[in-house]
């Protein structure tokens, strides 16, 4: 009743000149935990929702695919769901364990949180100009395969000019494979969803072409591994005896230049006004076409700089599978982070744990890597579809979390 | 929908464009043919053989000079290059594109085969095996947009399809159970892209793409952690050929078409029956009127939602039998992301065939054939990398998506949320 006399009427204190640590949503009659929140702000509480609820699920399909639980569960229900219910545990624990347990699992996880960070930039770069990168995965290839070869083909030059080299052919790998869409999008509309994802695939098989070379194999090898990176373009360790490399900051770099643009400078507002409204943009002169090249360029040579980033900091030398899909757990990062490039850097290092925590997981309890793919899948659902977390948990947010990410139809 | 939303492509300056662009290229496939594949030093002829060496009419093998076929070839291209540059050939730009592809094709066997021989019946036959799945994946693809919702899941409804056929055939010792199984089970993920993207308005292609990642992960783990320890739930029994009796006899066409497994056949009748039921019933036509425009379909009191969820339910089951052809029909056993992108190469096949049934399954046999050539090229010697012939069926795709997305017509509302009121 006091509520709606004061949304009509607004009380004196709203209009700022009440006592200022009076919060603004009322608490009486309120548990402690939804007060609390509804404290947080907004845009934390569906994605927080988001990954408990994926891990909730991920749980369940732990118990189900366990051998136990299924064998004693006609038997024994309450035995086999103790069961399931350890391997869950097990699962969970190895997977903190693995991603902050101990100075080393921090540095995997920021090691992980590293090609993270980037292609989640890539792609929501992606996102801001209403373009759909799934090709992440080719970029950062197309990027590690550039990155590489100017890093062990150049002999004799000194790390400051060879490092900025070989990251600057890495940026340009991604920026060329991402343009192949973005062309392709301006000139004849073809719908980039479906030529990012082709372009995947012909990335790789390049790759594996590009192995059997002899000017790219190592010397006295016959599997698929390339020469070794020279010392000039390695990326320095942060600590020594920790794998994490200055990548990282790169990465962060990168985050912070990717802010510039998108939000202070013209080509980022050309780039949100041709994602928002492609007609209005036309309208006001801006050039559509070239705009879309451009962020794809931009989304493709950040997906390269993740690929130069690997090559140079942490593997050195290049294989056909070293990416464990970091191209793909990029479309997640961006929607979780919400287009912005701190909630990317945040998402990347939340996903970036669960990475590092996957593989200690599956050598101590058995429970395959892919159990992060499902739980990513999960929190994409849940997060292009707040609806679906608030229905849940009856939650009632006024504003479309999520609403800056959209894409189009096959025409447009 | 391009025209109306006029975001990229300035339609009528994009379309002459493009008719000097396929001029070009046609006249520079003929190039290609004169300069490479004319080409061929110490080998006189080319054989095809039209056999698959079973019993009936025994043909004997075609045999040409391999030079004089190769120019021959490379003089049409030229020729209808050079028609195309001058005057253009209208509407028939489709049947003049086709002609100048099989006529690059043919000059590439026959110089992949100079001095030598290639089954042509067998690449025939390969071609038609390898459109089953992208066939059934083009057509989950028409259901679904037919009605108006993108459905960019496909790839992940064949993977389960794959993946539960090969679980529940193994389990129950029966191929048919899997089957029904698979159908199922795409049925079942295409119900969450539907309530994702009818009741909760989730962007279509997003929730597509993360039904993607949720069957590649699922499917993924499941074969780790279920499958690897129990290689028995992992040996289902492959459907065997059927043979059509008497039809088979036919030269070339009853070896290549009536020699196959139950997925052949069953591809054949989804076709027929999806071509007769969209365009020649009045379920079609409800259908066609939701994907075009929903409002006029609500108004005359169709109801649009009903049509939406029903129809990406039936595709999803198409796209799980589709997915059944990867273990029941094909390898006999799954394999982590064993569909490697076929579910995106039906969507372009959709597209291609302009979201008509016959018309995808033309288009899913060019990307068999390219699927299908990369595959016995490696055994030939000719001096192309395996791995570039395997790019071919994405490239294929890359250039049908981007060289036809102008030319052909998405169902008006497809992609676009109905709000009823």
């Not at chain 2, 993920?189 to 590649?216: F, P, T």
């Amino acid at each position: 009743m006091s509520e709606r006399a004061a949304d009509q009427a607004p009380a004196p204190e709203t209009m700022g000149v009440g006592p200022p640590e009076r919060p603004s949503t009322p608490t009486r009659g309120q548990p402690a935990l939804v007060s609390w929140l509804l404290g947080v702000p907004r845009a934390l509480v569906v994605p927080s929702l988001a990954l408990l609820t994926a891990l909730a699920i991920g749980a369940v399909i732990i118990i189900l695919s366990d051998r136990d639980f299924v064998t004693q569960f006609g038997s024994n229900p309450g035995a086999a769901l103790g069961a399931g219910l350890t391997s869950v545990r097990d699962a969970y624990v190895g997977l903190i364990g693995g991603s902050v347990g101990s100075p080393r699992a921090i540095s995997e996880t920021l090691l992980q949180a590293t090609p993270l960070i980037l292609t989640g930039l890539a792609v929501a770069v992606g996102f801001r100009a209403g373009l759909f990168n799934i090709g992440a995965e080719g970029q950062l290839y197309a990027g590690a395969a550039s990155s590489i070869f100017v890093g062990f083909a150049l002999v004799g030059l000194p790390a400051f000019i060879h490092l900025p080299l070989a990251i600057i052919a890495g940026i340009a790998g991604g920026a060329l494979w991402g343009f192949i869409p973005g062309f392709l999008k301006a000139r004849t509309g073809a719908h980039e969803v479906i030529v990012t994802i082709m372009l995947n695939y012909v990335a790789f098989r390049f790759i594996d072409w590009l192995l059997n070379q002899p000017f790219f194999q190592r010397e006295g090898r016959t599997d698929q591994i390339s020469r070794f990176v020279e010392p000039s373009a390695e990326l320095p360790r942060l600590i020594e005896g920790f794998r994490t490399h200055w990548g990282i900051f790169l990465a962060l770099a990168a985050a912070v230049f990717v802010s510039w643009l998108l939000f202070r400078s013209t080509k980022g507002f050309e780039f949100r006004a041709v994602g928002l409204n492609p007609s209005a943009a036309r309208y006001a002169g801006m050039s559509i076409g070239g705009t879309l090249i451009l962020a794809m360029m931009v989304s493709g040579g950040l997906a390269g700089l993740a690929g130069a980033s690997e090559m140079l900091g942490s593997n050195k030398t290049l294989t056909p599978g070293f990416s464990p899909g970091w191209g793909f757990d990029a479309i997640a990062l961006a929607l979780l982070g919400g287009a912005r490039p701190l909630g990317v850097v945040f998402a990347a290092l939340l996903f970036g744990a669960l990475r590092a925590g996957a593989t200690p997981m599956q050598v101590s309890t058995g429970i395959p890597i892919d159990l992060v793919v499902v739980i990513q899948a999960l929190v994409i659902m849940f997060i292009a579809a707040p609806a679906l977390v608030r229905g849940i948990y009856r939650i009632r947010v006024e504003r479309r979390i999520g609403s800056e990410v959209f894409t189009k139809g096959w025409g447009a | 929908m391009t025209a109306t939303a006029g975001a990229l492509s300035p339609a009528r300056r994009g379309a002459l464009t493009r008719e000097r662009v396929l001029g070009v290229v046609y006249l520079a496939l003929a190039a290609v043919i004169v300069f490479v594949f004319a080409r061929v030093e110490g080998a006189d002829t080319s054989a095809f053989g039209l056999n698959l060496g079973r019993g009936g009419v025994q043909l004997p093998d075609v045999v040409v000079p391999s030079a004089a076929t190769a120019y021959l070839l490379a003089l049409i291209a030229a020729s209808l290059g050079a028609m195309q540059l001058i005057r253009g050939f209208g509407t028939r730009w489709a049947v003049v594109l086709g002609v100048v592809v099989v006529a690059f094709v043919l000059a590439f066997l026959t110089w992949a085969s100079a001095g030598g021989s290639i089954n042509f019946a067998g690449l025939m036959q390969s071609t038609l095996q390898r459109s089953v799945p992208i066939t059934f994946g083009a057509l989950s693809g028409i259901l679904c947009e037919r009605a108006g919702v993108v459905n960019v899941a496909i790839e992940g409804m064949l993977l389960t399809g794959a993946f539960v056929s090969a679980v529940v055939a193994s389990a129950t010792d029966n191929s048919w159970i899997g089957v029904v199984a698979a159908v199922g089970a795409g049925g079942l993920l295409a119900a969450l892209l539907a309530v994702l993207a009818i009741r909760y308005l989730v962007d279509q292609i997003i929730a597509g793409v993360v039904l993607n990642i949720l069957a590649i992960g699922l499917t993924s783990f499941l074969a780790t952690r279920v499958l690897t320890p129990n290689p028995d739930l992992n040996s289902p029994e492959r459907f065997g050929e059927v043979q059509i009796p008497v039809l088979t006899d036919i030269p070339l066409l009853g070896a290549v078409v009536l020699e196959n497994n139950a997925f052949v056949y069953m591809m054949f009748a989804a076709i027929a029956i999806l071509s007769v039921m969209l365009f020649r019933t009045r379920w079609g036509l409800r259908v066609r009127a939701v994907g075009e425009h929903p409002k006029a379909a609500d108004t005359v009191g169709i109801d649009v939602y009903f049509v939406r969820y029903r129809n990406v339910i039936l595709g999803g089951m198409m796209a799980g039998l589709g997915g059944a052809y990867f273990t029941l029909g094909s390898t006999g056993s799954f394999e982590q992301e064993m569909t490697a992108g076929r579910g995106f190469i039906g969507l372009a096949a959709m597209i291609f065939g302009g979201w008509a049934p016959v018309g995808s399954f033309l288009a899913a046999l060019v990307f068999g054939f390219a699927d299908a050539l990369q595959s016995r090229l490696s055994i030939l010697n000719i001096p192309v990398a395996s791995q570039f012939l395997q790019m071919a069926p994405y490239i294929v795709t890359i250039i049908v998506v981007a060289g036809l997305v102008g030319r052909v017509r998405a169902p008006a509302a497809d992609g676009r949320p109905y709000i009823k009121g």
